[in-house]
C-alpha cells in the first residue's frame, strides 16, 4: 500500500492498494475505514483534489463498502491517554 499524508481538514493520510482496490484512510479524528472496490481513478482524484474532505464526501462516501478499522475512542484508550 501506498501511503500519503496530506493537508486536510478531514483527512491525515490515506493509503490504496491498486491491485485489490482497497482506499484505507486515517481521520483527523484518529479513526481508520477500509473502503473496497475503489477505482484507481477514484484514489487519483482523492490525491489531486483541492480539497480532500470535500472530494471525500463526493465520491467515496456512501459509494464502496467499508470497514471501521481502529475507532478513535479506543486509539485514544490504547496509547493511555484517555
Not at 8 to 31: C, I, N, P, V
Not at 50 to 70: C, D, E, H, Q, T
Request: with cysteine; hydrophobic share 40%; glycine share 10%.
Amino acid at each position: 500500500m501506498n501511503e500519503a499524508r496530506v493537508e486536510s481538514t478531514t483527512l491525515r493520510a490515506f493509503a490504496y492498494d491498486d491491485s485489490r482496490e482497497d482506499l484505507q484512510l486515517e481521520f483527523l479524528s484518529g479513526a481508520i475505514y477500509h473502503y473496497y472496490g475503489v477505482p484507481a481513478a477514484v484514489h487519483e482524484g482523492l490525491l489531486g483534489a483541492p480539497s480532500k474532505g470535500r472530494y471525500f464526501n463526493r465520491a467515496i462516501r456512501g459509494r464502496f463498502p467499508y470497514v471501521l478499522v481502529l475507532c478513535a475512542s479506543a486509539q485514544t484508550d490504547l496509547t493511555g491517554k484517555g
